[in-house]
């Protein structure tokens, strides 16, 4: 996957750019707004993590510049500024996630791939499966192995969120973005608590590995494979 | 820093003396048309007086003949009265028949002609008098005069003119004086003003504007300006007591990050498994402080008000509700109850993220500062003017003298010390609370706290 990093911080730059190539990206840098914008024009990235402050443009028109020349490819802002108005601002933009700084480098990778591995038309996809597990958004069920789970609302949506990017990293922050809208961090176990009642679900009766992993200080992911069996 | 009074000191002057400066003119051509017009009026009469006189002289001429006319002229001379009326009858060739008047005009018409009152014992120099005397010729061919001192007109004009002129002058005095006396006191009254002004630029917070008793503009302006003051030295108190209290809760975890830190350096870690835990813990410190960064960010921008644009009407059934499904089971897994309850259709114009994060701030508090075992109330209602949200806990309560305390950034209470939070959780509620015009309530549960946001209904 090819990804242009648009960021006028050198070392910040440098940093995404290094991580990136670590998890096997093909990495392209810029340091400003025009940079960026005559770059990601002429190259086919699959996608782009932007600055929201650049010099000569900044992310914000560099964003709806690439948007207006018709680039479709997912674009990722980086900010100080988490606002509500800004993020809306940012979104509206055309945007399609926004991290606050100062970020986990594990949390720009897994909104990463959950980006990219988005198909065009995201919304016509509606059952989802990993190993033994198969959900349903329009019927709203759950099964393993055939079996219906009795999940809540907020379970469900929990395990829709792990399973859209099945083998994938979902970190706690996307998790509250996702399930419970939160754009602030709850002092509380809220996600924790939720993930622990959905596991006992998922795996009451069952033997071997939990479905749910969690990886350690960063989030968690439902195996893609069919260990469960 | 010069004071604004040497700038300013002639324009309250300027204006008054400017004003009664119009003020005199106004009445100077007022006087000046009274004057006009009373003399004017009274020539006209004099003028007229004559000439009746001196018409029905000649037409007694022209019916009766000469005779009839000398002797009414003889007549009219010795009638008595105040000031002496003067006749003359001459021939056409200029010769004096008849009257007290010897002087003949050179013709028919209008004259003015001096005269020499006699000299008397009591009055050695007797002032000389002007008569208005009119001509005219007989049917017989003679000419007639008939004339009348204008003494006493004169010297009705003359006493006319001294009083409009005495009057004018105590009307200019007056005005100008009564200008100078306002001028000089609003121009003390702003001096003082921004004297003060001046002295609390240069730092002095505490003093306040002069405002006196009358409840007039300037007083208004004072105390809105005292009022404006007033809540600037208790913003920049409270700035000033948040950056102590940042300075001092950041510096806390930072001085054990740099300790922890210094000390790998000195001792660096043998095993992977121990410098694995030194940076994870080094990590969370920074995380830590980051949260409290980005909450005091937050409060900031939530007290600048510019959130308010984006209020919407928020259903508060659904959004508690949607809250108590997310916290139900957390207070379950800490052994506490949360219930809900709502009655009526409470709904309120806001921001939904803020009062999610602080409904959120609450139950956690109720969670953090309850036993197990604890009962934790989310609530909403629909009075006849308010909505009121509440989360009411029976926990330890919080006293009385501390509740207003608590709402503080980074007041805590002494015995929560010991609890996680970072002291900034109340100061946001009550951030969120005041943006929203919603009144922000620590109440006893009897036993246990219940904080209650009323809301103007929507």
Known sequence: MRILVVEDDGETRDWIARGLEEEGYHVETADDGHEGLFMATQGAYDALVVDRML???????????????????????????????????????????????????TELVAR???????????????????????????????????????????????????????????TRTMLLEQVWHFHFDPRTSVVETHMSRLRAKLDRGWNGPELIE???????????????? | MPTAQANNSSSFFRLSLIL???????????????????TRNVRERLHEDIRTDALELASLASHSGATALRQAIVQRVDVETPLPRWYGLFTAQGQFIAGNLRWR??????WHHPIHARRSAADRHPPVHTLTVLALGTAQGELLTVGRDRTYINQLEASYGRAFLGILLVTIGVAVALGALIGRRMLRRVSAMSDTAVAISAGRLSLRMP?????????????????????????????????????????TPLTRLRRRLEAARTHPPTDAAALD?????????IDELLVIFHALLRIARIESGEARTGFVALPLAALLEELADAYAAVADAEGRQLELSVHGEPVVAGDRELLVQALVNLIENAIRHTEPGAHIVLAARRDEHDVVVAVADDGPGIPEAERENVLQ??????????????????????????????????????PGLRVELHFPAA
């Open chain 2, 105 to 110: 005009p050179p013709g028919p018409g209008w």
């Open chain 2, 277 to 285: 835990a030194m940076l994870g813990e080094a990590l969370r410190e």
């Open chain 1, 55 to 105: 010099p000569k443009l900044d992310g914000l028109g560099l964003v709806k510049a690439l948007r207006a020349a018709d680039l479709r490819a997912p674009i990722i802002m980086l900010t100080a500024l988490t606002e509500t108005p800004q993020r809306v601002e940012g979104l509206n933009a055309g945007a399609d996630d926004y991290l606050g700084k100062p970020f986990a480098f």
């Open chain 1, 214 to 229: 969690t990886v350690r200080g960063y989030g968690y992911r439902v195996r893609a494979d069919s260990a469960g069996e």
């Open chain 2, 409 to 446: 950034p980074f007041k805590r209470l002494d015995r929560s010390r010991h609890t996680p939070g970072n002291g900034l959780g109340l100061a946001l509620v009550r951030a969120v609370a005041e943006l929203h015009g919603a009144r922000l309530q620590l109440a006893d549960n009897d």
């Open chain 1, 112 to 170: 990463l791939q959950a980006l990219g591995r988005r198909p065009p038309l995201a919304a016509v996809q509606t059952t989802f499966d990993a190993g033994p597990l198969h959900l349903d958004v329009a019927s709203r069920t759950v099964t393993r192995n055939g079996e219906t789970l009795d999940l809540t609302p907020t379970e469900f949506r929990l395990l829709e969120s792990l399973m859209r990017h099945a083998g994938k990293v979902v």
């Open chain 2, 20 to 38: 009664a400066g119009l003020f005199a003119l106004a009445s100077l051509l007022m006087a000046g048309a009274l004057y006009l017009s009373v």
């Open chain 2, 211 to 251: 405002v006196g008793r009358s409840g007039d503009e300037f007083d208004r302006i004072a105390s809105t300006v005292n009022e404006m003051l007033e809540r600037i030295e208790a913003l920049l108190g409270e700035v000033k007591r948040i950056g102590a209290d940042i300075a001092h809760d950041l510096r």
